[in-house]
């Protein structure tokens, strides 16, 4: 069966195996040598320096990292304005929400481009005595395949000294991400994504200074906690052993095959081999490529089919395909092309939706 739904992905048999590895406990050196190997490969996916940005590696699913970083890199006086087009944007709500920080959100259409104008009035708008501290996005919404445009949105940033926070969950390590941009401040992201890993180990990308004057809100997630433990080699719980090993293989096989380079020229092959043959089968994509990511693109449903037999007919061929979000699944589906997967099985799912009754 391969996967073609945003993480879990097909691991490769490299991967796959490195979960085989002995018995491990987490207060010895090997994890340690582990946890350090996980944190520089992780900075250099990007070339980041280890003397202005650090890896904060935690156990949990994306989701985590998404709630450790909004939860900590906002201090206790932070005000943040949320930048929601999608379902993750709306998650990054409820968590400002659950924590109650201060926070705003600025709705966009999910099926357009982000309105920047609209964004730069409601920073402006805020009143001198309660300015925004911070602006939220996702980069890559994958509720719809969008890939949001952070340079515009940095921009603002620097001009009003604004930090920003980044969900970069499906992003991190296939789309390209400009750490250079002095406003950038964190960001969160997953192993068993675009990094071809086993779900349950997550990470924070955090600038230095930033984690300096973080909050400590959460008990579990708290980013500031976990950074001070993992830089002297220590971890305060126990994490995901085999999560960490899968990890340090995917990682060193990124690497091997060229870093995020090459895997952004490898997901963009698959996704435009994957769009211009659904599209022959008058399959068209709901968001036009130039807009969307490499890592997954959502289709109009062909009419006359539910999602469920969709889905049923291409699980029959060993594709696992995944459903729009909540009453989008009644128009739209959705093909990732994350995980370890080649031309030839991109031929035999259009051979799949070819043959479809
Ligand atoms: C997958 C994803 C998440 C986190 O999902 P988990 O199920 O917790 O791994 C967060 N943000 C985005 C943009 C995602 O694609």
Known sequence: MLLL???????????????????????????FDLQDEARSRLLAVY???????????????GTAAVESMIASVVPEAGRVLIVENGVYGER??????????????????WMEALDVNAI????????????????????????????NDLRPLADLCRARDLSLLLDGVSSFGAQELDF?????????????????????????????????????????????????LQEQRNTPFTPAVHAYY????ALREFDEEGGQPARFRRYKALAEQAR?????????????????????????????????QLHDEL??????????????????FRISTMGNLATGDIDRLLTCFANLR
């Open 180 to 228: 250079a941009h002095g406003r950038l401040a964190a960001v969160a992201a997953t192993a068993n994504k675009c990094l071809h890993g086993v779900p349950g180990v997550s990470f924070v990308v955090v600038r230095r200074d930033a984690l300096k004057q973080a909050a400590s809100r959460t008990y579990y997630l708290d980013l500031g906690r976990l950074a001070k």
């Open 276 to 308: 211009e043959g659904l599209a022959a089968l008058g399959i068209p994509t709901v968001i036009p490529p130039e807009e969307s990511s490499v890592v997954l693109r959502s289709y109009h449903l062909p009419s006359g089919l539910t999602y469920a």
């Open 47 to 61: 070339g980041l320096s280890p003397a202005e940005w650090t890896v904060v590696l935690m156990t949990g699913s």
């Open 315 to 332: 699980k029959a061929g060993g594709f696992v395909i995944y459903a729009g979000q909540g009453d989008l699944s009644k128009t739209l």
């Open 5 to 31: 739904n945003p993480g879990p992905v097909t691991l490769s048999e490299r991967v796959r195996r490195s979960l085989l590895q002995p018995d491990l406990c987490h207060r010895e050196s090997e994890f």
């Open 92 to 109: 990054i709500a409820q968590m400002c929400a659950q924590y109650r920080i201060p926070h705003e959100r600025v709705v966009g259409s």
């Open 120 to 147: 730069a009035a409601r920073l402006d708008a805020a009143s001198a005595e309660k300015p925004f501290t911070h602006l939220s996005v996702v980069h890559h919404e994958t509720t719809t395949g969008r890939l």
């Open 246 to 249: 899968a990890l340090v293989e």
